[in-house]
């Protein structure tokens, strides 16, 4: 518990050294040579866009993935690499974005399950250096209170306690603001300097710099799987570590498909969304989709574009605002194609030929009986559009990621659709699916659809779209026309930062 | 947490042939058989003896081939209806409930009709008014689902007590037949609501078994109702995106089970027992709970597994000429049921042997 006042006559080692990690997942590789140091009582930021590499860090630190390649040290001492034990052991405190905590059990059981392992009878409440350790660092918390009661701040900082108590000198808080509102955010902010005053390091993976820049005292910026730049927040200003963020990257506009615009077939006014927990995660949304466009709907995820998309496509309830969208009986009449294939956009008991059906059983076509040659001619349409080669009568939850997507995009661009909603249509997709895809979009808009898009890639967005809406905690902070869209501008954006004047 | 294990099971991923099925249910029946034999022997009965007269209760005569055959009946119907509901992956166990109400609904019509209603309309009327009011059982149920998320194979189960004791109140109370000397009947149906035998004892219901269990095929095959049912079943989210209401689908799946059964509750008055009584069923709505698995939903085989639980439960009635418990009968049940699931679940996996290196990491 007190390790990290025991300090060695001389403190040269910072507290966690990372030098030359590697992993590789298939052909991706997450993390490429990673090194960085973690000093001793500082906080130190983590940040990157999706994908960049930043929980695959942490997860090797905390010894859930074990690397390819490289070491790390902790107190100037090897760390035994893929074992969580170990790096417990060694006072690495990892807090999630989704909270390990039993709901029904009060605060204090939920600690008391970390630290008293192998006591026979559990202790129901808290010793004196539990509350000490409390009112030292600033926590301002109910322990007799059952979990399920108390707010997700207050769960946070349980959470940290909890990681704390366990003796880790070391905390790592994977996003830890994008539950909170501002105030709670000051709170946390709060805890986490007490923290790094008492000694020990914490590491602040987040995508928000404005918030980082006050916090946190070095910086590790990672892209790509490479760290790129490492410095301290006082010699850094949003605009810098943007472009480090983004990179120095290019894209080509030859995609784009020519503009011109035609009527309006989606509108969205005022529109504001909640969560399944009730916080408000899309907030007053305005704007328009004609056909012939293709609107990129930018953010970093978490940011509201999926709650939004899903709302358009009729998977959440408003809760208030307007859209107005092609209809058909009361359903939705155009192509949605939803950022999670399996379970939502299909079926994963079905066989590929009912999925075919998902959402078109109600056209006229196909009558209460499901007439049989046109759902077989149906089936054999969506296969076809995309060259997926599989039997119809196949479960769809033995295809590929790359066929699951095309399966859906086939079915949902059946009838020449005006509008065609597309969140994350290409993630997790190899190369040559996600060409298709793209391509499909595009043809479908010189065609004469509205596409409305959501992407992990900037490039990508930007190489097809023919407008750019950026999205930055749930409301529209950006509406530009592509060509007056850089990657710089956007990446300033995208973390909360101010337009260029 | 570190003891290695030599063995291994694994889920097999290919559909099992229809031969590989076979086989695994004749497995399972004989060692339902054996385990059977064995609980006998231990309680002192010759398995042989016991077996034999089960069998002859079940099909050696006529009569007894007519009474297992009017037995499936009502066991079919809820299984169907059960099954249906299961489409939706909504778990009905209510159908014992919902046949009293039935019975309840057809013995209203049937009692009050004027006695020179004509058959045509008198029947079809009876029969009617037991899908109403078996329907209207499993709506309560339903609407509690539907709009309030309470769990229905709760209120299904409970709800099955209600209707019994309303059933027995009625008898016994203000339905009761001055008549029968005090027993928990009320007076027959008008004579025209009842169809009579038309074969060797066999009443017309299982016209309507098979009929049901060809609809419910149909439904599977080729609707649009079948297909909104098994996406709500299989992925709730998907059925949303697919524009299928879980509410809409909720009630029909629940509403169409129930009044399945409240057919079945009218066909044993009309056909049966031409009045409403207490004990009407001797859990014909439980045993179709096991049918139903047994044919894993199967609407075909359904029909078979209703003939082979009537046999069962009918021959059980015959075992006590030969002085052995009628709960053979019903232990049976439980064993086959049993034995058949845990054939067609190991039938899912395969044990393979792991090496040690590969033990625990």
Known sequence: MSAFKTERATPVHPLVRLRGVSKRFGDVLANDGVSFDVPRGSVLALVGENGAGKSTTMNILSGLYLPDAGQIEVDGQALALGSPKASLAAGIGMVHQQFRLVETLTGFENISLAIDRGRFLQRRSADDALRQQMHDLGFDLDLTVPVWQLSLARRQQLEILRVLSAGARVLALDEPTSVLSPIETQGLFAIIEKIAASGRSVVLISHKLSEILGVARDIVVMRGGRVVHVGL?????????????????????????????????????????????????????AFKAHRGEVVAMIGVTGNGQTELMETIGGLRKPLSGRIESPQLNGRRHFAYIPAQHLGTGLAPGLTVRENALLGRQFLPAFGPWLRRRAVDANAREVIARFGVKIADNAPVRRLSGGNLQRIVLGRELQDDPKLIIADYPTRGLDVASAAQIRSALIAAAAAGAAVLMSSEELEESLSMATRVLVMHSGAIVADLPAEEADLETIGRLMIGGREAA | MNLTMPFRLEPVLDEPRRGQAAIRLAVGACVALLVGAALLLASGYDPVVAYSALARGAFGSMNAISGTINKAVPIGL????????????LWNIGAEGQLYFGAFGAAGVGLFLPPSTPPVVALPLVLLAGMLGGGLWAFIAAALKAYRGVNEILTTLMLNYVAILWVAYLVTGPWS???????????PIIANAQPGRVFAGIHPGIIVLVAASLGLWWLDRSSRLGFNLRVAGDAPRAALYGGVNHRTVTLVALTGAGALAGLAGAIEIAGSTTRLQSGLSPGYGFIAILVAWLAQGRPLAIVFAALIYS????????????SIPPATGTILQAVLLLCFLAAATFGKYRIRRVPASQGSP
Do not use: M, W
């Not at chain 1, 990257?249 to 020519?258: D, L, V």
């Open chain 2, 78 to 89: 809820c299984a169907i209806g059960i099954a249906f509901a299961y489409r939706a992956r």
């Open chain 2, 177 to 187: 037949d001055p008549l029968a000397y005090s027993f928990p009947y009320s007076a």
């Open chain 2, 311 to 322: 046999g069962l439960l009918n021959g059980g009635f015959a075992l006590q000429v030969s």
């Open chain 1, 233 to 285: 927040a006082k010699d850094s200003d949003p605009d810098s570590l943007a472009r480090h963020i983004v990179g120095d990257r290019r894209f080509t506009t030859e995609a784009r498909p020519a503009t011109r615009r035609g009527d309006v077939v989606l509108t969205v006014d005022k529109l504001s969304v909640a969560d399944h927990r009730g916080a408000r995660v899309v907030r007053d949304v």
